[in-house]
């Protein structure tokens, strides 16, 4: 119990300050950079569905730039023949692999004019979207609108709900797991030993016996003394 109860403290610890009271977690920033002029993802990278994600997009000084989610389909079709830095896998914390995919350097039109992205934002040194991942596949494109992407960079973070709550609770009963398992491995207290039996008598009782017979009581009179003729 002591065991499982450090365990679970710990757990529960971790869970609450990871995620914090507004029960998010959060990754980054971390470099993406690239000569091209966008970074797409594969849908594999994207591959949760219902969680409400939030993806930052910065470029050094006040560059601007496109940051948008939309159907795989969709993005497929807009980048044909453009050359892009494409994510192919993501792992968290954060591991990534990219392919470089060639192709001509202009982007084919605005991505601002497309109505059939899912979250799209653009800005001057950066752009941010929050989006809860749709069940359809998806890719994310990040867009140079004025030249290439190096030195950019991505950040993310994703609400785990009551993941704070569950984290305080765990840690609480994790608390109360731990006390019991301490009392229970508190030794009992040693047992009471009486003193054996002697054969050879107590002294004292041999003392409280000789001054009774000492002085006898009789059914009347006064006690009589040893010796005193009756």
């Known amino acids: 119990m002591l065991l499982v109860a450090t365990v679970g403290l710990l757990a529960g610890i971790a869970v609450a300050v990871v995620l914090g009271p507004d029960n998010r977690v ?3 920033p971390h470099p993406l950079g690239t000569d091209q002029r966008a970074v797409v993802s594969r849908p594999e990278v994207l591959g949760w569905v219902g969680p409400t994600v939030t993806i930052t997009a ?3 000084g006040a560059r601007p730039v496109f940051l948008g989610l939309a159907n795989t389909v969709d993005v497929a079709d ?16 954060w591991q990534v692999s990219t392919t470089t995919v060639r192709g001509q350097q202009n982007i084919p039109a605005t991505p601002l004019a497309a109505d059939w992205w899912l979250a799209a934002s653009a800005g001057r040194g950066g752009a941010q979207i929050t989006v809860s991942l749709p069940e359809q596949t998806a890719s994310l494109a990040v867009v140079g609108l004025a030249g290439d992407l190096r030195g950019l960079q991505i950040s993310g973070s994703y609400v785990v709900p009551g993941g704070f709550g569950t984290g305080l609770g765990v840690a609480v009963l994790a608390v109360g797991a731990g006390t019991v398992g301490w009392l229970l491995r508190r030794p009992a207290p ?11 008598g107590d002294p004292d009782e041999e003392r409280v016996a000789d001054r009774v017979a000492d002085r006898v009581e009789l059914p009347f009179g006064r006690p009589v003394e040893p010796g005193t003729p009756r």
Do not use: H, K
Not at 79 to 93: H, I, K, Q
Not at 195 to 200: L, T, V
């Open 58 to 60: 910065e470029v050094p």
């Open 190 to 200: 040693p047992a009471e030993v009486l003193p054996a039996d002697d054969p050879a």
């Open 26 to 28: 959060t990754t980054g």
């Open 78 to 93: 807009f980048f044909a023949g453009t050359g892009y830095e494409r994510v192919d896998s993501l792992s968290l914390p």
